[in-house]
């Protein structure tokens, strides 16, 4: 076997998607470990994790729909460590209202949507809405650090974004939009195209703008 045919192989590709998505799942547990020993989250959100937790299940249930091996493996492992970061976040917030509030929403929304998903016998028309579902929720995952772009242009500095982050999410999304052409699911291929846009865009900021501010030298005197 070449090695243009291992690219080609779903099962190698597959494997490599999940491998970048659980080195991507992965980095909060960094961000855990600061909220532990800090005994505090400062000014971190609960979004990220909850959201994470949240995609994952839907992209487990649509794995287990389809009996994709990949899908059901990666996404089980990711809601898990997710479910885990948030329940760290939750235990360590002064605020508990919003982030215990949301996440019950959260659980009862994923619930009900396994129970009804799992007793539906039109298995292509579940496929088409839970598919239509998983897309919105990566769309809005993979888009949610965009939502600081306007402050990186105003400060023109990339300090508050994470650069690790982007690459991985980089990585993650062509990964999986290419394996859902080698398996021609487009549920799997659109959102993480579009994901992979996304990503790029983000890395284009870092590649215009410095990490920190560049301190202006004082006018001669």
């Known amino acids: 076997m070449n090695l243009m045919t291992l690219w080609l ?9 999940a491998t970048f998505t659980i080195c991507l799942s992965s980095t909060g547990i960094w961000t855990c470990w600061c909220i532990i020993s800090e005994k505090s989250v400062g ?3 609960y979004l990220p994790f909850l959201a994470g937790a949240l995609m994952s299940s ?7 729909v389809v009996n994709d091996n990949p899908m059901m493996f990666v996404n089980f492992i990711g809601s898990v460590l997710q479910s885990i970061y948030f329940i760290i976040f939750y235990l360590f917030t002064n605020d508990k209202s919003v982030p215990g509030r949301n996440g019950l929403i959260a659980v009862v929304s994923v619930l009900f949507i396994y129970v009804t998903v799992l007793n539906l016998p039109q298995l292509l028309q579940v496929v088409v809405a839970l598919g239509f579902i998983c897309n919105a929720v990566t769309i809005a995952f993979f888009a949610a650090p965009l939502a600081s772009i306007s402050q990186v242009i105003k400060t023109k500095n990339t300090e508050s974004m994470s ?28 959102p993480n195209f579009l994901g992979f846009v996304l990503s790029a865009l983000q890395l284009g900021l870092f590649l215009k703008y410095p990490r920190k501010k ?4 004082p006018l001669p005197q």
């Open 43 to 45: 000014t971190r959100s």
């Open 163 to 190: 650069l690790p982050l982007t690459i991985a999410s980089l990585l993650v999304t062509i990964s999986w939009a290419f394996y859902g052409v080698l398996i021609h699911d487009k549920m799997v291929m659109f």
């Open 214 to 217: 560049v301190a202006q030298s």
């Open 9 to 17: 192989d779903p099962d190698v590709v597959g494997f490599i998607s």
């Open 58 to 64: 839907l992209w487990l249930l649509y794995g287990i």
